[in-house]
T-cell receptor, first 114, second 114 residues
Framework: DTEVTQTPKHLVMGMTNKKSLKCEQH?????MYWYKQKAKKPPELMFV???????INESVPSRFSPECPNSSLLNLHLHALQPEDSALYLC?????????????FGQGTRLTVV | GDSVTQMEGPVTLSEEAFLTINCTYT??????LFWYVQYPGEGLQLLLK?????DKGSNKGFEATYRKETTSFHLEKGSVQVSDSAVYFC?????????????FGTGTQLKVEL
């Protein structure tokens, strides 16, 4: 199984809502990532978890709150988002702390903030 | 800092034409280099990779060679098909104290016509 599964595929939320994005992998990877991709732009790294601990936060606003409940799951909790946060949110996983390692990406959650 | 520069798109080719997408990088240390492909409405898939100088990555008829002297990793395919239409991202991976960090180029959209 080389899949990274993200749910939901699409999400529309208001600026006062609270929602969560979910990501799951069963490849035994101990590094998991959240990326944000705006239209016609490359993915931008948001967070890295290594062995269930947050190891990199790329100065992401606190309205995005990541969580890694176990080695297979990664969540992104959303609260009080702005319309400019509308984007494709991609989850990825890889071997942790290894050079030359391949990242496997999910299909993404397309988020629209209204 | 680390960065990747890709040729601007979109690139439009006829089926069976030769493809080159240029990619150059700037990095401290010894990055691994990757080409990822993104089909419409989907996440990213690894196309090929190279982990050290003079390595050649290849997959599905695509090739790229890690050239340290020119800091380049150009993508080539001898005969493109309509099904190759997608956005192609060149990326480098650096292992940091916090984990692996993928840095992407801006992406090059390829459209192949009959």
């Amino acid at each position: 199984d080389t899949e990274v599964t993200q749910t939901p595929k699409h999400l529309v939320m208001g600026m006062t809502n609270k929602k969560s994005l979910k990501c799951e992998q069963h490849m035994g990877h101990r590094a998991m990532y959240w990326y944000k991709q705006k239209a016609k732009k490359p993915p931008e790294l948001m967070f890295v978890y290594s062995y269930e601990k947050l190891s990199i936060n790329e100065s992401v606003p606190s309205r995005f709150s990541p969580e890694c409940p176990n080695s297979s799951l990664l969540n992104l909790h959303l609260h009080a988002l702005q319309p400019e946060d509308s984007a494709l949110y991609l989850c990825a996983s890889s071997q942790s702390g290894q050079p030359n390692t391949e990242a496997f990406f999910g299909q993404g959650t397309r988020l629209t903030v209204v | 800092g680390d960065s990747v520069t890709q040729m601007e798109g979109p690139v439009t080719l006829s089926e069976e034409a030769f493809l080159t997408i240029n990619c150059t990088y700037t990095a401290t240390g010894y990055p691994s280099l990757f080409w990822y492909v993104q089909y419409p409405g989907e996440g990213l898939q690894l196309l090929l990779k190279a982990t050290k100088a003079d390595d050649k990555g290849s997959n599905k008829g695509f090739e790229a060679t890690y050239r340290k002297e020119t800091t380049s990793f150009h993508l080539e395919k001898g005969s493109v098909q309509v099904s190759d239409s997608a956005v192609y991202f060149c990326a480098l991976d650096i292992l940091t104290g916090g984990g692996n960090k993928l840095t992407f180029g801006t992406g090059t959209q390829l459209k192949v016509e009959l």
